[in-house]
């Protein structure tokens, strides 16, 4: 790249609010007043959707922030910078009045340095506290602009530009419609089961054949039409093209994302796994599951290393998932890997809300009984320590029988249980996903990717 261009990292985040907007129709609108007010900046990326964690209470939907990563002229960067800050402003303030105070914006000039690689990793896995947020900023100081000062959405930009990493990624075309106020979608569902047949092969999450539900709309009231994700960037306006919406669509976009990739699930040890961390943890089951009121299902796990009882954790299987069946079935002894979020329940301290449980180890379920009569076949009775056995139905008596040792067949099988399609968070890799995981770097868009 010739020396005057300099690369610029935009990242936004909490551009949405309760009664309405999403931080992605900010950035869809911003990159098309980028490319319509400077004529030869280039994005060096799709633009980023990018999913941080899920277990933070403060998120409106689905912790979602946005990076932008452009490469333009040298002495545009000031404008650049001007024409971000005021296109997020009036972005907001289209949806309702707010005193800046949440939403963040973070430029960055050049290079991502590691720092901000490992507080993406940071926000994406646990909490991010302010001191942290002020740790990473006192070194990018001259290469970071802040225009709109630090506020909680900042840590949502600076994560997102951190994710510029080679990792498992998708894309997602998101459309936008005119109307965004009203939860229900206008969308032909028999036209996304076709496109779902279709390009299944390129696509995930379109159409839940089991409930016969469309998986691309969301429900709430904000902007967001439709949302198809797949493996690559090409095909997803085709499919687009082939689905039928009968409201107004204002345009679409393509992001590359973490969506559909367990990102978040990072290994941990259960003794040091704290509250709104999210990962996998190796575990034996401690208590067997108890059924909650509704069929909800909690069950207690231990470190297998470690059997102080100080470190077990509940673990929560919620019935929307398709898990609790699985669950259900689980006994004392039993090892797994339980991945999720960690969360604090009133009563009972942290508890893991489970959403993705890999069975290792299933324990032999060993049931002993007194021996049979070999006379009438009633079960004998003990007639006393070293005495023998007596049967009570005939009378007969002996020294010889041994204890009835029967091992019950288990119904459960090791392996990867994983929350069914209805239920998947943007995180969770779906089933599908499995065996398409890949190392993604950024790449410039090409054909069409936004409308
Ligand atoms: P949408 O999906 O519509 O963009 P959202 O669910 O992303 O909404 P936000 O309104 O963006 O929710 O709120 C999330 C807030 O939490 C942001 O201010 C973001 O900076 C902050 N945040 C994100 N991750 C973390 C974290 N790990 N620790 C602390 N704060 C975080």
């Not at 496109?195 to 967001?224: Q, S, W």
């Not at 997803?236 to 976009?253: D, K, P, S």
């Not at 059997?307 to 019935?319: G, I, L, M, P, T």
Request: positive net charge.
């Amino acid at each position: 790249m010739s020396s005057v261009f300099e690369v610029l990292h935009i990242g936004i985040d909490d551009v949405d609010s309760p009664s309405g907007g999403c931080t992605t129709h900010a950035a869809y609108r911003l990159v098309k007043e980028l490319l319509r007010n400077f004529r030869d900046l280039r994005l060096i990326d799709y633009p980023n959707l990018v999913r941080l964690n899920p277990a933070i209470p403060f998120k409106t939907r689905g912790n979602g922030a946005v990076s932008i990563r452009v490469a333009v002229r040298r002495e545009l960067i000031d404008e650049v910078v001007e024409l971000v800050v005021k296109s997020i402003r009036d972005y907001v303030r289209s949806y309702e009045y707010r005193p800046d105070e949440d939403y963040g914006v973070a430029v960055l000039i050049g290079d991502v340095p590691d720092i901000l690689r490992s507080f993406y990793r940071k926000a994406l896995t646990d909490f991010i506290h302010r001191d942290y947020l002020m740790r990473v900023l006192r070194p990018l100081k001259g290469r970071l602009a802040t225009p709109l000062g630090i506020r909680r959405g900042l840590i949502g930009a600076l994560a997102a530009i951190g994710w510029f990493l080679k990792c498992d990624c998708t894309y997602e075309l998101i459309s936008y419609r005119t109307d965004g106020l009203t939860p229900d979608r206008c969308i032909d569902a028999e036209s996304v089961k076709q496109a779902d047949m279709r390009f299944r092969n390129k696509t995930f999450l379109n159409f839940d054949y089991i409930e016969g539900r469309v998986l691309i709309a969301p429900h709430g009231p904000d902007p967001v039409l439709a949302g198809i994700r797949g493996e690559e960037p090409h095909v997803l306006a085709e499919v687009f093209n082939t689905i039928r919406f009968c409201e107004g669509v204002e345009g679409w976009m393509i992001f590359r994302t973490n969506q559909g990739t367990d990102a978040h699930l990072i290994c941990r040890d259960l003794s040091s796994f704290r509250y709104l961390q999210t990962g996998c943890t190796k575990a034996v089951v401690d208590l067997k599951p108890r059924i909650l009121p509704g069929g909800d299902v909690i069950f207690r796990v231990r470190d297998p290393l470690n059997h102080d009882q100080r470190n077990s954790v509940w673990v929560a299987v919620f019935k929307e998932t398709g898990l609790t069946g699985v669950a259900r079935e689980l006994v004392k002894g039993d090892e797994a890997y339980v991945c999720g979020s960690m969360k604090y329940w009133n009563g009972l301290g942290p508890v893991l809300h489970l959403e993705k449980l890999i069975l290792t180890k299933l324990t032999q379920i060993k049931v002993v009984r007194n021996p049979r009569c070999p006379r009438c076949g009633a079960r004998m009775k003990s007639s006393g320590r070293n005495k023998g056995w007596k049967c009570v139905k005939c009378g007969f008596r002996t020294r010889e029988a041994e204890k009835d040792i029967q091992y019950i067949k288990r119904e459960l099988r090791r392996g990867t249980y994983i929350p069914k399609d209805s239920a998947v968070k943007h995180l969770t890799k779906p089933a599908v996903r499995y065996g398409r995981e890949r190392d993604c770097i950024p790449i410039e868009p090409r054909g069409k990717w936004i409308s």
